[in-house]
């Protein structure tokens, strides 16, 4: 089995197509950092390729919470036949500020965070940082907060021991325990309250957030603020050939998918994309792909056809369909070799990258794909001429991951996990090939063409 990199087989006017697509992502990066941002820019690109959310309609969307997304395309062919599903998720690793996390120590005022998703913890202090979300004031209103990404925005960063003084705290130590949770605090402050003597820098912060946002001290209870890195999205390499970005994971497959939806026209099988949350904690809580949303809007969808819309629909439906699990891969690290299995691994430039099964030790957690349905999905990539490779997440034993996929096949569908292989994943600046994303976008077009 010969595999190389897919810019091979690309002509100047491919590479021209798969630049001026990565233009459109590094957009949706910027301005989707966050679960509730990334549905807002969803739904506004559904809008405008004439989805609604009259279920009775030939191109529908619902939203859950502010967090999830689901869109439907009627075909041609009955409900029951099931659907072409593609999902993909719109979470991604990152700090939440506490329920109560402001105080004051030596002058400074302070952020406490809650970490999200599998993160390396090191990988987040001494750089720069954005705060983004919500506060639900007592009065039920909302107050969007974004901080930290305009060009005179100020930022936020959280501190690491100067190498002169962190001999015998932190240089002995593993890797996984040099900078603890718990020492994942933000600077956000240093101003004194004139006329105060208890407590003046974190009076002056609550002065300004009740001055620029009328939220006082409780209203953080009442707050989902997440800290992400203030980077912008970049072309990476002197071809620009790579973006670098933070969320990528699950962004890479998050936005092809959407480009893919809004240009579903008259398919044979009816389509769906879900964009879900929650998927880096185990896809659980009312807005993961656990919860009955799916259902919900699949009986909203079958009635809105005039049809009558009882479990056993429902479930045969969802049995009879076929999905791709969009999640990223882990490309081969090129200083970091041996933790692949090289003959098995993905590759950055190779294409959308079909993994079979994840999980660790013995694929326990998987969700191992059909040979038959394997067949089924690398046909329709060979006959549309996607460029595609197949790799597992690492040696065996080496550790493991997870996907939505295997919340899916519990509904009997055939499912199968793809998506682009990332460099430095889960880190605040993830690496991807532009190539990948853009054969992702063919992927999904192809596959709700079928
Ligand atoms: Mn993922
Ligand atoms: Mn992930």
Redesign the pocket.
Known sequence: MQRQSGWRSKSKQDIKAIYDFSERYKDFLDRAKTEREAVRCITEALTGSGFDLDPSQERVFAVNRNKTVMAFVRGSSDIIEGLNVVVA?IDAPRLDLKQNPLYEDVDLALLRTHYYGGIKKYQWVACPLAIHGVVIKADGRTVDICIGEGGDDPVFMIDDLLPHLSHRTQDGKKLSEAIEGEKLIVLFGSLPLAGTEKEPVKQYILKMLEDKYGMTEDDFITAELEVVPAFKARDVGLDRSMIGAYGQ??RASAYPLLEAICRVKGPRRNCLAIFADK??IGSEGSTGIQSYFLKVFLDDIVNGMGLKADESVIRKVLYDSKALSA??NGAVNPTFQEVHEKQNASYLGRGICLTKFTGHRGKTGASDANAEYVAEVVRLFNDTGIVWQTGELGRVDEGGGG?VAKHLAVYGMDIIDCGPALLAMHSPYEISSKLDIYECYRAFSAFYAV
């Open positions: 998720h994971d699950d998927e880096e999640d990223v996907t």
